[in-house]
DNA sequence: CTGTTAGCGCTTTCAC
DNA sequence: GTGAAAGCGCTAACAG
């Protein structure tokens, strides 16, 4: 493999010379340097990064920290932290903790070290553990969701609180809904809990009472909607309408209530969340709260960026991207 | 930043013996290397990875490279190629070359050199001067897809043209079609031509003529197959089932029929290829051609770390992967 | 079993 | 404007 020593050789100048060449080091003659990067072509000659980083002490490399690589959401964020990171010039180091605690601990632990220039993590919640590593943290991060939790750490995300009581006061105002169910997710989801805050709010609010019947968990996944939707379904006295928590719960909904041989949305309605790309394609098309996922992705990347590329220590930045509504013709038509 | 040094010193020993603890080096003393581990700890030390990959010419990277990041076929390939490079104590790099073919290159090039132990690519197909790169390659390249274009790169791929020509054999012989219509993806792309031969080729074998004005080319994306479809459904003599050469381009087939009016599959059937999420929740279900997207990017990732782990130079290996058939209701019933 | 020494390939003072 | 030399943090002979 050609190194810079075999370019200064040909090219009759000093390593360092060739190194400042090629980092547009201004105190080099002009044809100095044309020489140089001629000949450094004509070798074929690339610097050695692990080289470089090692003296310059940065990767540029930022990982995207995340259970379970996979899926809809996955994809939409990845994709607006790639495109930032790669005008940033920067590479992604995607790393799944495949859903063990433990491995992700690890890997933070790991990461911390060296190898990365900067951190983003989405995870449904941190333990204590974690939030201790995070506290002492020397590398930059930035935590996708869960301002509540983790305030001393940079956070991006959408107002999942507001979100849901949005869609729910509209639902009972504009909608005329005054009966509804709730397939809520993991509670160990940070998302999920502050949804499923923001729907019984809004009921609150709304003088509407709940009925814990109508409250069951769903797993964030559409076999975990459809098995909570049956047994709503199998209940005597039914809601007019289901808030899930997201939308694959919603899609396990319209498994559920087709098997029941019931009609979306006359005999029951269905609410979904996140607004992923399926809900536009099952019929009716589902009214759900709009998440502009690939934005969160981007955002996260640009403070992280913002936090590396200060010198100073900057203050903590919490993020809120704005949700909307996605009606769809999964809920009844607005009340005249 | 703690480092090497400052362990061994605490410890009263070199840096060798330090290096040799951590590196589970047989030949040192148990109780020495205990005290050292402890130390270590107690220091939080952990080893620089960069210097450490400076010397041994080693990153424990390997980098997935590809147009575009999101959608269904990329979450799930990175997805497998993700759990086997895990198990391999890999880290894995996602490289999205924006659709910009040229900023592929470099982005090849740049990874040719250092950085990263291994690659796997995942393009639509392939430059000259990008297989010229490829051909006097150093370091392990997995291509997925491709065996007939590059014969010199190791591939792991679906048989596209086995999976048409069955499906379509299918639809003939045992749904009893005769009037077949064809969207096309985009010229460049391999597995599309591979498709759009199969195709052909199964309508040659069963005697049945190929109307030219029944294939058009859908761009894969959803909009382009419903504009292709619309064309079709325009037509004084229309197919009686079309084949879409992926599911995104049958699902926009979906909506041009819903707009037309008319029903699947009694007016007109639908078929696709991918078997993608989506495809399941659509109504009717969709028949397609199933692909096992998740082994694709295990068996790659498999396939690269044989070739990374092995001294030897190993042959050229080309992966197939079989497709299954996915029976909807987007197809009429099977004859009697 | 352990220490000494020489680099890995590069950037960066410090002289000239 | 350019070269010599030091050294980033580590591993790997080579001695002992």
Redesign the pocket.
Same mark, same amino acid.
């Given at each position: 493999?050609v190194?810079?020593?075999d370019?200064?050789k040909q090219a009759? @100048? !000093?390593? $360092?010379? @060739? !190194?400042? $060449?090629?980092?547009n080091?201004?105190?080099?003659?002009p044809?100095?340097?044309q020489k140089i990067l001629k000949i450094a072509k004509e070798l074929n000659?690339?610097?050695?990064l692990?080289?470089?980083n090692?003296?310059?002490?940065k990767t540029n490399v930022i990982a995207f920290i995340l259970p379970e690589v996979g899926g809809d959401y996955f994809s939409e964020i990845i994709r607006g932290v790639d495109e930032v990171a790669f005008n940033s010039n920067y590479q992604l180091l995607v790393a799944s903790s495949h859903s063990q605690r433990n491995t992700m601990e690890t890997t933070l632990k790991f990461l911390e070290k060296s190898r990365v220039d900067g951190i983003i993590l989405m995870l449904p919640s941190l333990s204590d553990q974690m939030k201790d590593i995070l506290a002492n943290h020397t590398t930059p991060i930035v935590a996708i969701n869960g301002e509540g939790e983790f305030p001393a750490i940079n956070t991006v995300g959408i107002d999942n609180f507001q979100g849901t009581y949005s869609m729910i006061s509209f639902l009972i105002n504009s909608l005329g809904y005054s009966k509804l169910g709730l397939i809520k997710g993991p509670s160990y989801n940070y998302d999920a809990t502050k949804r499923r805050k923001g729907f019984l709010k809004a009921l609150k609010d709304n003088n509407i009472s709940h009925n814990e019947d109508w409250e069951i968990e769903g797993g964030f996944s559409v076999t975990g909607g459809e098995l909570a939707c049956s047994r709503i379904l199998s209940l005597n006295e039914k809601p007019e309408v289901i808030f899930a928590c997201n939308d694959m719960m919603a899609a396990g909904c319209y498994k559920a209530i087709q098997s029941f041989n019931l009609n979306i949305p006359d005999d029951i309605g269905v609410v979904g969340f996140d607004h992923v790309f399926l809900s536009e394609f099952i019929t009716p098309k589902l009214t759900t709260v709009h998440v502009p996922t690939v934005d969160i992705g981007r955002e996260a990347a640009k403070l992280l960026f913002k936090q590396i590329n200060s010198e100073e220590e900057t203050s903590v930045e919490h993020t809120k991207i704005s949700t909307g509504f996605i009606i769809g013709g999964s809920t009844k038509s607005q009340k005249k």
């Open positions: 493999m190194n810079i020593k370019v200064a009759n @100048v !000093s390593i $360092a010379t @060739v !190194s400042r $060449a090629l980092n080091n201004k105190s080099v003659l044809e100095t340097k000659y690339t610097p050695n692990i080289a470089r090692l003296i310059t002490q």
